[in-house]
């Protein structure tokens, strides 16, 4: 009886601990010139990298990017933007990232009207390695980091927003009771044992 307690108490502490939820991921791109990008995200960080990304918002230069927005990626072969499930990698690590997030999901990024996009390897302009462009044609904001081209890059921050996940209230009490269950039983049986 007494293992059975010991179970039960396992399994309630395997299940409130360990467990991967997506969660609020913030991330910002100072330009070298001062201009800011930053955003939110929920998702999934595992490792470096965000998994199951939803629920964008984007603000650059003090305005935040309207409309529904899409999270994809540049493919250097097609010389277009993949907006399928799971194509977008963001990582906390900046010479990882390659992904667009826009207000649009063509692939030839038409009918664009403010995006965002961080490309390593090939990049969109098609000169150097790592490109950073973001623009509001609503607001007239636009700004470009790409080394190669004479514009220095800016710094990447991507950190999960710290929300505590609280315990259930009744846990510990629940864990404490079997724990006091456990020791009534043994008691007793170590009475029934010596009489």
Not at 120 to 144: M, R, Y
Request: hydrophobic share 40%; proline share 5%.
């Amino acid at each position: 009886m007494i293992k059975n307690f010991a179970k039960a108490a396992a399994l309630c502490a395997v299940l409130t601990s360990g467990a991967v939820h997506a969660s609020t991921i913030d991330f910002s791109y100072i330009f070298a010139d001062g201009l800011q990008l930053t955003g939110s995200l929920t998702g999934t960080l595992n490792g470096a990298f965000v998994d199951d990304i939803s629920n964008m918002t984007v603000d650059f230069n003090g305005s935040t990017f309207s409309g529904p927005l899409y999270v994809g990626t540049f493919n250097a072969a097609t010389n277009s933007y993949d907006y399928s499930s799971g194509a977008a990698v963001l990582s906390t690590n900046a010479t990882l990232n390659n992904f667009i997030i826009a207000d649009s999901n063509d692939p030839q990024g038409n009918g664009v009207t403010n995006y965002f996009y961080f490309v390593n390897g090939t990049t969109p302009s098609g000169s150097g390695t790592q490109e950073v462009f973001a623009v509001n044609t609503n607001t007239g904001d636009i700004d470009l980091a790409n080394p190669a081209s004479g514009f220095a890059a800016g710094t990447w921050s991507l950190t999960p927003a710290v929300t505590p996940v609280p315990v259930p209230a009744a846990l510990p009490l629940l864990v404490s009771g079997l724990g006091f269950l456990a020791s009534v039983v043994k008691r007793r049986r170590l009475e029934l044992d010596h009489a």
